[in-house]
């Protein structure tokens, strides 16, 4: 199948407004059909380019290196060089073509030339320019020095005079100037509507972390919760009561906080494991995120995940279209690359003329811009430091919205891997939970597991963090009561034992 019908078909996945605005490739490539028809005219084929233009071999020297010298020096006054090249006029390029005529005389049209070195904007080599070609550029191109060119019907026919030739001729190619300012145009235009988009975005994600901030209160925010302190309370009373640990009913943050975990755990856009980190293909981010979304429903539809507030169902849906906008944007970025890369390879094929500077995909941003400009540079499309646009919103989105809500791992005991409540903070400030930090003490164990440190047998309750404490007990209801009841099951047991009772063989009569 033709790459235009392809492109077309993945075109129709996308939402209407990324559609209408994507490069034009069928025009495009109909502009080629009259590049080539206006270089037919100027005598200029694609055959005759491809012969013109291709690098020649290198030149080989003689074994006397005087002779060498000379023979390269006699050659290069008896050529001619064509160039292709862009010059900058306002805000766009013009291509054309530069004939330096380097001989009085027009050289043989078998003659080998010497090596020429290609510059980054143009491609300049040392062969024999046919004489019609001259002709034709004479009759139809403008000159780069003061001379002027003489019209006559009986020139066309005449054969080339070497002495009334110029040093240089300049052909415009007209054709070839409307098919960069049209692919030119295109990707600015592309650039500005994806300015606008991600405006639109990041106002999105704005108010959608507002939303999620209002539903997934904590404790304090709707229980009469006072916060606890060595220097107005006494430590000795500080107690966890059942009220304090449960959830309102008018908080969904027990739910935020799964949801937000099966996301990070989905790494839809993005890898962050040992064996891959980076930006993830279409259809790997496509198949992640359906998982993710079909993981979700069936919680939901189990009653595993309850949106008791009306406004979190609200906040899912735009949580998910969020995610689907990325997901689009991400087809439609490898859609236009590949047409932007296909059409220059076309027009390099079907011209004959060498390949375009790199025109800069309009999906590559700075991430130390300061506004939501894109950079249209060439050099930093080829920068490690650039990013894709939909890398960014992904970016955005993830430090943005899930930092709302505290992740329970960054708030864990290393020694039980769970919550570590009620938290104590050794000297070398270091933290554990009461119980294993208990258990430590009564081994006899003096120094901190992490660092070694003679701290745990001197810790007390002065080492308790109330700050952290009431923490978990606002961020962590749930954790935090399954863990005191833990940890009170656990010092129940301890007590028998130490009575020497048997707790799995007493039996209530």
């Known amino acids: 199948m033709h790459f235009s019908k392809t492109y077309a078909q993945l075109l129709l996945t996308l939402p209407p407004e990324l559609r209408q605005s994507a490069i034009q490739y069928r025009q495009l490539k109909k502009i080629i059909n009259q590049i080539v028809a206006e270089l037919n005219a100027l005598g200029l084929s694609p055959d005759v380019l491809q012969k013109v233009l291709q690098p020649p071999p290198p030149p080989q020297a003689d074994e006397d290196s005087g002779k060498g010298k000379q023979k390269e020096t006699n050659d290069d006054h008896a050529r001619a060089r064509i160039v292709y090249e862009f010059t900058t006029v306002a805000d766009h390029v013009e291509p054309r073509l530069r004939l330096r005529l380097q001989s009085d005389d027009l050289p043989p049209s078998d003659a080998p030339g010497p090596s020429s070195a290609p510059s980054p904007s143009e491609v300049t080599v040392s062969l024999p320019i046919p004489p019609d070609v001259i002709r034709t550029a004479l009759g ?56 606008t988009k991600r405006a639109e975005f990041e106002t999105t994600l704005r108010s959608l972390s507002h939303d999620i901030t209002a539903v997934a209160k904590p404790s304090s925010s709707t229980s009469s919760f006072h916060p606890h302190s060595p220097f107005s309370s006494d430590p000795a009373n500080i107690s966890v009561t059942s009220h304090s640990l449960a959830i309102s009913s008018r908080s969904d943050l ?14 839809i856009f993005q890898g962050h494991q040992e064996r891959f980190r980076g930006e993830r293909d279409v259809e790997d981010a496509e198949a992640r995120l359906q998982a993710f979304t079909a993981e979700l429903n069936e919680r939901i539809s189990k009653g595993a995940l309850k949106l008791r507030v009306k406004q979190s169902r609200v906040a899912l849906q735009t949580f998910m279209e969020l995610n689907t906008f990325i997901l689009d944007l991400r087809k439609f970025q490898y859609v236009t690359a590949e047409a932007t890369r296909k059409i220059l390879k076309k027009h390099a094929k079907r011209t004959a003329l060498p390949l375009a500077p790199d025109l800069t995909s309009p999906f590559v941003v700075r991430p130390d811009s300061t506004d939501t400009a894109l950079v249209l540079s060439r050099s930093s499309a080829r920068s490690s430091e650039a990013l894709s646009l939909s890398l960014l919103l992904v970016q955005a989105l993830t430090e943005t919205l899930l930092p709302i809500i505290p992740h329970i791992d960054d708030y864990s005991c290393v020694i039980c891997t769970s919550l570590a409540f009620k938290p104590i903070r050794l000297r070398c400030r270091h933290l554990f939970c009461v119980r294993c930090l208990v258990k430590l003490q009564k081994r006899g164990e003096e120094h901190c597991p992490i660092c070694r440190a003679p701290t745990v047998l001197a810790a007390d309750r002065s080492n308790v963090d109330w700050a952290l404490l009431n923490f978990m007990k606002d961020w962590f209801p749930v954790e935090a009561k399954k863990k005191l009841q833990q940890n009170e099951r656990e010092a129940a047991e301890e007590e028998m034992k130490e009575l020497g009772l048997d707790v799995r063989g007493c039996v209530v009569m």
């Open 254 to 267: 027990d739910t935020w906080r799964q949801i937000f975990q099966l996301y990070m755990e989905a790494d």
């Open 140 to 195: 139809s191109s403008s000159f780069s020095d003061s001379q002027e060119a003489t019209e006559s019907t009986d020139d066309q026919l005449a054969p080339v005079d070497p002495s009334a030739l110029p040093s240089e001729l300049v052909i415009p190619l007209v054709s070839d100037a409307n098919f960069f300012r049209t692919l030119t145009e295109a990707l600015n235009s592309l650039a500005a509507y994806l300015v």
